[in-house]
C-alpha cells in the first residue's frame, strides 16, 4: 500500500485548500490516518488524525479552521484548511497505521506519503 497526496500548492493568508491522500494497492487494513507537516527549519508535527469509525483530534494550532475527513469507500483522507496563515507553510505528509497478515501473523506498520508542498503568501 503506498499514500499518494494531492492540493498542495500556493495561497494567500486567510484563503483555503483542500489535501487529499489515497491509499493505494492491497494487502492490508487500514487504521488511523493523519495528517502531519513540517515546515522549514522545524521538526514533523502532527495536524489531525481520523480513526475509522471517525474520530478525530487537532492540533491546538489549527483547531476550528482545519478539517479532516475520510471516505473509507475510496481509501482516502481528506483535510480541509480554511483561514491559512503564513506560519501554515509547510510540507504536509499523509500518515496511515495498516494492519497486515503474513506468514508469522498479524503485523502493524505505518507508512507515510512523499508530502505535498503548501505556502501560504502573506
Known amino acids: 500500500v503506498q499514500l499518494m497526496e494531492s492540493g498542495g500548492g500556493l495561497v494567500q493568508a486567510g484563503g483555503s485548500l483542500r489535501l487529499s491522500c489515497e491509499a493505494v494497492g492491497r494487502g492490508a487494513e487500514i487504521n488511523d490516518m493523519a495528517w502531519y507537516r513540517q515546515a522549514p527549519g522545524n521538526q514533523r508535527e502532527l495536524v489531525a488524525t481520523?480513526?475509522?469509525?471517525?474520530?478525530?483530534t487537532y492540533a491546538d494550532f489549527v483547531k476550528g479552521r482545519f478539517t479532516i475527513s475520510r471516505d473509507n469507500r475510496k481509501n482516502t483522507v481528506y483535510l480541509e484548511m480554511n483561514t491559512l496563515k503564513s506560519e501554515g507553510t509547510a510540507v504536509y505528509y499523509c500518515?496511515?497505521?495498516?494492519?497486515?497478515?503474513?506468514?508469522?501473523?498479524?503485523?502493524?506498520?505505518?507508512?507515510w506519503g512523499q508530502g505535498t508542498l503548501v505556502t501560504v503568501s502573506s
Open positions: 500518515n496511515a497505521r495498516l494492519k497486515i497478515v503474513t506468514i508469522e501473523g498479524t503485523k502493524c506498520i505505518e507508512i
Open positions: 481520523i480513526t475509522v469509525s471517525g474520530f478525530t
